[in-house]
């Protein structure tokens, strides 16, 4: 009798040991889960509990507990990601403005700024049109219509529709040479275009009055990369991104920026005396887009 009463103290404290070491490692995985929070939420991307949760049955009760190998798994992912320079972001911080609550824009003459989508654009008179002096940041076409943005090199690469990324996925990319967008985006004048209400996606005439005024790409460029900035233009090297792997490239040596031609034609200004030149791209390119208006608007 005694022997079967101390077996059954002996389960009796290994099943409260197991409860013990399952509560505790709930509770550490508790705090996993406000980690992965955490990190999201400053890498600028939803949590969804549910995709840390899995199913227990005991005693014919079935509840959730949390996953640790799976949120352990996503701190490590998460670590290296912010670790690496992937700086959080959302849509509603790049422009936190949408279209149909945004105040119709006073542009009065051609150097003052524009409001557009909640950033106030510097204009310049130049070749005879006035353009916007910094590159578009906008997320939705000018009714309002959202544009996908695409982070994954993959998905970029596949895509047939409109969309736009920042480059290297780094939020300061975009204070310093806006969003890059590719060409379904840049070409198309469906929901009133990219740009906005009076304006347009720069176009091949534009280029052209533009290079013709100022053919030396030095003029055309911001003094703090290699430029003398003589039309006021202020372009920045902000890079592009690749059609062929959806790789960002040339952050810092190039500016492509998108035509509004269908065929899918970028001007490319790089370092140095070189002249600015017009190349056709595949339209899953990602470049920069600037924004044109008759000086008479």
Known sequence: MLAVVGMATDLSAQNVERTSDKVFEQNSCNRLIQQVRDLKFALGEEFVRSDYMTRETRENRSYEIADCRALNA??????????????????????????????????????????????????????????????????????????????????????????????????NHVDMAGLLYNGWAATTREHGGMCPEGWHVSRLEDWNALLNEHPNASSLKSGDWDGSNASGMNLVP??????DDGLFDFWGSSAAIWTEDPKGQIFSIVGGELPAARVNQPLNTGASILCVAPLNR
């Open 74 to 171: 996503a701190v490590e992912l998460l670590v290296v990601r912010v670790l690496e320079g992937e700086s959080g972001y959302s849509a509603s911080e790049l422009s936190p403005v949408t279209p149909e609550r945004e105040a119709p824009a006073v542009f009065r003459t051609c150097g003052d700024p524009l409001h557009h989508q909640g950033t106030n654009y510097a204009t310049v008179a130049a070749g005879g049109k006035c353009w916007f002096a910094e590159p578009l940041r906008a997320l939705a076409y000018a009714d309002g219509t959202k544009l996908e943005e695409l982070r994954e090199d993959a998905a970029w690469k596949s895509t047939s529709s409109p969309a736009w990324s920042v480059y290297d996925n780094v939020r």
């Open 238 to 243: 902000g890079g592009f991104r690749s059609s």
